[in-house]
Structure formats: C-alpha cells, structure tokens
C-alpha cells in the first residue's frame, strides 16, 4: 500500500517541505491531521515571524500590544494570519475562540493568551537558566522584558510573589520575595534607616543602576515594578492562622 501507517506519519510530515505553502493550505492540512490523527503531534505551526516553531516551544494567541519575550524562552506568538485560518477552518465562533482553539490544538503547546502563564512561563525559564548557569545574564534580560511588558500595561494583574530570582547585593541570587528594596531606591531609603540592621547584603536587591533601564522609565516607577515581582518595601509579612476551641 502506498498509505503510509498511523506510527509514520509524524516522521512523514517532519520532511515534507512546506516552505511554500500558503497559510491557508497549512491551515488545511493542520485541520485535517488534528481531526484524523488526533494521538499525534506534528510541527506545523508559525510564530509571529513566520518561522516553524519547534514542539517544546510554547505558542500563544495573538495579542494587539507589542510584547517581549527573552531570547533564551522558548515561547512565541502564532502567526496572526494563521491563527485566524485555523479559528475559520474549525468554524471556531464563540466570545473566547483563542482559548476554544487552544483546547482543540493543546497537544502542540498551543495556549491562548493571559498574562499570568506567560509571566509564569518566563519566571521558570529564567530561574532554570539562573540556577543552572549561576550568571545574572538571565535575569538583566528577563527583567529588562518583564519591565518593558509592565510600561506598556501588558502585565498589570497583582501579585505577592513571582518566585523570580534576583541579584542581590553580596552577589548572590533570592527570590523576589525574600528581598528588600536597596537603600538606592525611594521607598527602600526609607526602610534601611530604620531596618538595615535587622539584614545583610544577602537579603537587598541589587541598586537601581545595575538593572540599566534608566531609557524605560524612572527609578520611582521601576520601584513600584519590583515590588510587583514580590519584593519587599519595608518588612516581610507572614500569614499566622490561629486556631480556638
């Protein structure tokens, strides 16, 4: 026969050339493969740049605001125009069709967009990297995308703790959390004069300075970022729950 076997076809697909093909022909091939293959997992969809992704990346649906990504995560946004092929192919017509196409697509590590996976997704990428190579390369890029997505209101929603790894001012790296903000910064000027001698270096965050986004905003308002990541302004507080009889 010349049909090739169910076990094949992903190793079939992975060498056709599809360098030419429009992206409504690819959206008609990814719609019937999905519908007729439904175990397998085949490398068809484009990011935001047209480029084949590759199956560990983690795409997400399109969003209208310019967003940063570092160059070390491996997380994309689908191709805009395919993103619409695919919803009309698979007649997807509902209020919340990215996240409708993300369950029928989920296999490919096809998410719909929110603010929350994706900063998540970043921090763990970042953490890994951090750990792995015990360089702050990681974190200056990861902060300097995190920051630009905060300008521009991209990652708004609240938070207490990111578990994002920093710099800290003996050289090391802590969580987020676990920090204070440097005497460098306003509101930590304030707090290191009458806390400093409860901590050491190992627990405040790096200066202003060394971050180098002086071109994004100011100190005031990086400030206010940081204590977004879960940094502390003054103390650290803890949850204690009493329990009576």
Not at 156 to 164: C, D, I, R, V
């Amino acid at each position: 026969s010349n049909i090739a076997p169910v076990t094949n076809i992903e190793k079939l697909i992975s060498k056709v050339n599809l360098d030419n093909c429009s992206i409504s022909k690819r959206a008609e091939l990814i719609f019937h493969l999905v519908t007729h293959f439904r175990n397998s997992n085949f490398n068809l969809l484009l990011d935001s740049d047209s480029r084949k992704i590759s199956k560990d990346t983690t795409l997400f649906s399109p969003i209208d605001k310019d967003i940063y990504i570092p160059s070390f995560c491996k997380i994309r946004i689908i191709n805009r125009e395919l993103y619409n092929e695919l919803r009309r192919r698979f007649n997807i017509t509902g209020a919340n069709p990215a996240r409708e196409l993300a369950r029928i697509l989920g296999r490919f590590n096809f998410k719909a967009y929110e603010p929350a996976p994706l900063v998540a997704k970043i921090i763990d990428e970042c953490n890994r990297q951090t750990s792995k190579k015990k360089s702050d390369v990681y974190i200056k890029e990861t902060i300097l995308a995190l920051y630009k997505n905060f300008c521009n209101n991209i990652i708004t929603e609240e938070t207490n703790n990111t578990g994002l790894l920093l710099p800290t001012q003996s050289g090391g790296f802590e969580k987020a959390s676990n920090l204070y903000l440097s005497k460098e910064f306003p509101t930590g000027n304030i707090a290191y004069d009458i806390f400093s001698h409860l901590h050491t270096d190992d627990e405040y965050i790096k200066p202003y300075s060394y971050f180098e986004v002086d071109k994004i905003g100011n100190i005031e308002h990086f400030e206010q970022f940081l204590i977004w990541l879960g940094v502390n302004p003054f103390v650290k507080y803890k949850l204690i729950q009493s329990y009576t009889d």
